[in-house]
Nanobody, 124 residues
Framework: QVQLVESGGGLVQAGGSLRLSCAASGRTFSNYAMGWFRQAPGKEREFVAAISRRSISTNYAYSVKGRFTISRDNAKNTVYLQMNSLEPEDTGVYYC?????????????????WGQGTQVTVSS
């Protein structure tokens, strides 16, 4: 089992920045690729970003590319999502997730463990 706890969400004006953190506990953090997803009210949960086990590879949704940066610190068992130039469309609950398979994927089905989410609200 892997336990994931997100933090860092909040209310920010359009154009502002937030940094989300996700602290992992349980099994060896570096054995998991990590991803961030988000869910807006009334919408499906969607992929935001992913990072491989050793930070060699990253992948981003087209809508956030160039504005968001995913990173991880395996010594601290933590994955981050730096969000810049935020837009109202970025509003939603942000979830981190752990994928035990050695692939970088946008598909939710590959992620076995999920956090409880942190709310991000971007006002216009």
């Amino acid at each position: 089992q892997v336990q994931l706890v997100e933090s860092g969400g909040g209310l920010v004006q359009a154009g502002g920045s937030l940094r989300l953190s996700c602290a992992a506990s349980g099994r060896t953090f570096s054995n998991y690729a990590m991803g961030w997803f988000r869910q807006a009210p009334g919408k499906e949960r969607e992929f935001v970003a992913a990072i491989s086990r050793r930070s060699i590879s990253t992948n981003y949704a087209y809508s956030v590319k160039g504005r968001f940066t995913i990173s991880r610190d395996n010594a601290k068992n933590t994955v981050y999502l730096q969000m810049n130039s935020l837009e109202p469309e970025d509003t939603g609950v942000y979830y981190c997730a752990a994928n035990p398979k050695p692939i970088l994927t946008m598909s939710r089905t590959f992620y076995d463990y999920w956090g409880q989410g942190t709310q991000v609200t971007v006002s216009s």
